[in-house]
Structures are given as structure tokens and as C-alpha cells.
């Protein structure tokens, strides 16, 4: 029991390991003589994640003979296309991990099956946003693989300090914090503002906490949230590169490497922040993004993968697949994996546990997840399309295309057309 | 195969043809000797067959590789698809629907001039500088050859790690050419270069340029190389100035092959598509989309797949206007250039 060494929460592991158990023998029960090979395929690639793998693959081998897990990895750019092509051909893995805006084009495929068939399924003690990522029609189709992630504010200590700038809180204290941490050699923020998904993610804090709307994108709330992004362009406070800037790695190499005092980011930095020698507290602080007036809850969207189980394989590998991912979904298992992600375990009680083992930098990114938008909610399928509409009016305005209103404005017919189609 | 030994006159197709003039069933029976002209024609059959046989993997392929995507799309540019319909061979009738998007899609009309505009400014800057390299090359001077085979080298990169290093050589916070031209004092501030919208695909532009130089350069170079000597010489006999000589001489002669190499750049610019990706992703605010890259968004980002294929299709259509020119300029060139020579 490899997955449960955790040192403390004994009670946890052991909890889990009964129940590990008592799955494990009705599984042997079930189907003792077949073999069953299941196929894998997801995106993972930090050390952490292909061991907390590993690791439990293994140990679910042993717990059922007869099974083999075999993952295979796709890069993140090609995870989606070859799904798609590969559903297709009827011919999907058995499992799938896929980015959580991906879940309902994966399940109008009518390739996935709803969890709710599987005796043990159950949404209890999740946040509700991660859990309704999979909600399709009233059938859940989808368990989170590692928890969730966020975004919220990452800010540079010494230069702050050095400056007499205290975290902003508000819109009107980022403008003026961004502008007083200013120098020739650094900025004060690193925005992401290139042509992909990860702009829109990292707007939509602004816009969501705001009270936006996509629908009504060009009305005050989305006004003002863009609004806020070119004044920071404009007043020389965030690079206009930012255009071609990718959240992850281009907005953390320049927050690494000094050139830019704040950022908006999430927690799977820390490895990497650590590995540099930046530590919470010391080099880098963490607050909740910025909201425009002091009332307003902080609404980030929801990040992380969920698993999803294909019909491709027969009854029998569908339950064995289930098992597989529900397996992870025990508390000790959920807080070893989310440790070697560094994401957040999705369920509420298991996230308190793991606040008080993995350090106070998790404690903003935990608490707000409460009001996470999961961001195909009402949206489905056609949030890729919306987001798209999103980025260009952003990168629009940001470049000088176009005015903020002119390119909201022409969001908002677009994203019309596209709830209307 | 052991029969051609017996009759080598047949070897050879020509005589094969003018051998059996009557070639149908009818002259077998008529013939003085019908076994010795019974096998003759299935010797022919034989031949044929063989042929074809040797021929048929061939076809497969073309047609399993090339016509079957290229039906495919055009099926699809025809349908309403999305990924619910992706496991069913075909999804609901969408008529004109698909074009009718792209036709008053503004990202997609842009795309196209967009695609216009780099295709030709590609055209004209390669092909001066490549042709003007060729005739420097044609010149004697120490270390022509190592610098001959060092223009070759953007050739030799892919398109992908050209557009990371014009990435880095352009980007806005410590790009080497912002760099350069502030140190020099050209400029006062650095110029966005990929970050604004009027500027990008003009930077993307200079990068391919950059890349097309070798292959315009060294086919020119080869053209020139076949401009006989005494050509040159008599028109330095007769007087003809330098520019004279290039422009009455030497590029009527090597016009056939110059014509090709353009049009073979055509076909290389209108399908850049690894360039863009790498330098812009099609951005700032869809400033830099091309045909190919919109529709590759289309399909694979918005999953609109009969949206991105009725686009698509628009290169196809330029292909099947492009290949019977080349074909006939190809054929042309062949001629005149062996007319020249004699």
C-alpha cells in the first residue's frame, strides 16, 4: 500500500485502504479469470503527475489481477484532436483525461458513459462546480483527476517592499500598485493576452467578479474589466508583448526572472517556483485578484481535468475502468495526488486537511474555489468557440485595433450567433 | 520475364505499337500462322497486364493519399458537422451553409487577403533578392562556395524552429532586432514588431522571405549556369552594356525556369502554416490568420470541421488552377530551353 504512506491522517489511510479492499474483492468476485487491458490517454507531464500515476496504477494492478493500465501520453496540444479523431473511428481509449472546457465536446461525441450507472458513483463532498463538469442532461459523466486548480494574484515580496506598495486589493490599488512598481528594469504586472484559451481564462476573474456576462459582454461590466487591462497596457505598467505571452511558461519566466512584479497565476507554479529558490512568504505573497468595488466575491474560473470512460471497450472494461478512477477518488489517494499535481482535492473536506499539510500558499486558491465558474457551464460546446471570441476582442483592444466598446461590441454579435446557431 | 528474351524486337513499346496494327481479336483469326500470332497477343495481354499490375499499388496509393482527403473535404465542406456527428460517415446536408459562413465571416475574409497579400510580397522579395544572389554567385570571388552553401541553411531548418528564433530575434522585451536598431540609435523605443497588428504580418513576411531565399537562389543560380558562354560572349562582342546583357540576354533565356520557380513558390508561400503558428498563433486579434491557419481553427479549436474544410477547399481550388500552369509552362520551358541550346 504504497499510495497510503502518508505520514499523519493514518485514519484516513486506513479508511481508504478498507474500502480499497473491499472494492478489490468484488472486483475479484466479479471477474476472476478475465483479462482486461485498459487503455489510457491524457496529457500529463510534470514529474509529479507521472509518478502519483504510476504509482497507483501499480498498486491497482496488484489489487486486480488480471488487469493491465496501459497510459498513453499526448502532448496537451494534440490531446483534444486526437480524441476527436479517434472517436471518429470508434476507437477511444478506455480511459480519458481530458482540460475541463473539453468534457461536454467529448461527451456529444455519445462515445462517453454516465458514472451514474456504476454502483458507488456518487457527487457527495465535492466543490459543486468541479463535480458539474461533468453534468450532461442530469447524468454526471465525469470524476475529477487530480482536483482543481485557480487563479488568483501572485505578487514579488522584495519588490513591493522596496517600493512601499502593499498587495492591491481593489482595481483602483492594481493600477496604482502596477504603476509604482514600474521601473526601467521591470514592470509592474505580467498579463497573458496571446491568441488562445488561457487569455480568456485569465480575463474572466475580472470580468465573472465584475458581474459579466458573455452573452452581454459589451454592456458596463465587461466595459470596465477590459477597461482595466488597457489602462494598465496603456499607462507602460504591463508589457505590450504580453500579445504573444502564454500564461504558463511566458507570465512566470517574467515574473521569475524579475522583469515583472506581479502576476496572475496558478498554483501549479510552485514546483517550479521552488526549484528556483522562491518561496511563499520570502520571495513571492499570494492575494485573491482584484475586484472593483470591496463588495464583490472574487469568481475565478474552475482549471483542472476530469476522467471520462469510453464505450469503446465493452461492459466489462467499463467497470473496470470505473473502478479504476473511483480508486482515486478515496480521501488519501485524492491528497497524494493533488500534492504530486499541485492542484486542490476536490472535495471540501479533503481540501481543509490538505490546507493544514501543504502550506498557507494554498489558502487563497482553496477558499475561492468555493466560487469557482466551472466555464462551459450553460455553455457546452460552444464555449471553445465563445472563448475565441473573447481573446480576439481582448488582443483587439489591447493592440489598438480597436476600441474597448467597438470590440466588445463585435464579441457580443459574434457570441450572439454563436447561442443562437 | 522469359518470353521478351525469345522476341527482343518486343522489348521495346514502340515497335510493340506499330507491330500489332490490327491490336483487336479479329486479326488473330485471319492471320496465316494463328498459334505464333495467338501468343504474340497474349504475349501483348501479358505485357499489358503486367503493366498495369506493376501500376495498380501506385494507384492505390494516389488515390488512398491524395484523391480520398481530398473528396473527403470537399464531402465535408458540404455538411454540418460538429463532434457529435465526428463518428458518423456522414453528418446532416448543410448545403452552401459552410461557404455562405466563410463568405461574410470577417476573420475569414481577412484571412484570404491576408493570405494574397503575404503570398505576393513573398514572391517579389524572394525573387529579387534570390535572383540577385544568383548573379552574384555567377561572379568569381574568394569564398563564393562557402558562401553559396551558407544561403542554403534556412532551408535546411523547419518551419517551427525558424519561427522560435524570428521570435526571439522579434519579440518586444529583449528582442535582438529592437536591441540592434536602439543601440545604433535608428530608433528611440522599440518597435512591437509582433505585437502590433499593422506590423506583424510584415515581421512573419520578412521570416519567410528570409526562408524562400535559398530555394529561389539556388534554381536561379543552376539557370544561369546553362547560359551557354558564347551567347554572353557575343553580346559582349556586339557591345550590350551589363543591365543590357541581363535583361535582353540572359533573362529570356532563363524565363522558362524562372516562371516555374515562381510559381513553385506560389505553391510553397499560400500553404505556410508552421511559421505563423510559431511567431503569432495568427494574432494580434486575428492580424496574421491565413487560410490555412483560420481554417486549422476553425476545425480544431472551434470544431466547426465543414467550416474549416469549405475554407480549405479555397487552396484546393487554387491548386487545381496552379498545376495544369505548371504543367504547361514545365513543358513549354523544356522546349524553348532546348530550342536555345541548339
Redesign the interface.
Known sequence: MHLLQTRGHRWLGALAAASLVVVGMSQVATSAATKITLTEEDYFNTPGQIQALKQYTQQFEKTHPGVTVTRTYVPFANLDTKLLTQAAGHDLPNLLAVDNPFVPTMISTGQMVPLNNFKGFSTKGYYPAVIKEGLSNGKYYAYPVAGANSIALMYNIPMLKAAHVSPPKTWAQLISAAKALTTSTHYGIALTCEAAEDTTWQWEPFFWTNGGNFASIASAPGVQALSLWKTLVDDGSASKACLNWSQTPSATGQFLAGKAAMMVNGPWNFPTLNLQHWYYGKQFGIVPVPVRLPKQHVIVPLGGEDWEISNSGGSAAERMAFQYIQGLQAPAAELKLAKLFGYLPAKIAVAQTYLKQAGPEWSVYIHQTLYAHPRTLGLGVKYPKISQAVWTAIQAALSGTQSVKSALSTAQSQIKSILSS | MAIHERDPGMVEGGGQRRGSSPPDGRSGVRASDPTRLASWLSLERKQRLAGWAFLTPAILYVLFAFALPIIYNIVLSFEQT???T??DITAPFAGLANYRFILHDP?SIAAIVHTFEFTGGSLVGQFIIGFSLALLFSLRFPGRTFARSLVIVPWLLPLIVTGVIF?FLF???GGAVDQLLVNIGLVHHPI?W????HLALWTILIANIWLGVPFFTLLLFSALQDVPLDVKEAALMDGAGAWQRLRLVIVPIILPVIEVTVLLGFVFTVKVFDLVIGL????????TQLITTWSY?LS?????FGEGAALNNLLLLLAVICAPIYLMLNRGSLGRSSGVER
Do not use: H, V, Y
Open positions: 460538429s463532434p457529435a465526428i463518428a476573420t521570435k519579440q518586444l522585451q512591437d509582433l505585437d502590433n497588428p503569432t498563433g495568427g494574432g494580434p486579434a486575428n492580424s481553427n480544431f479549436q472551434q470544431f466547426s
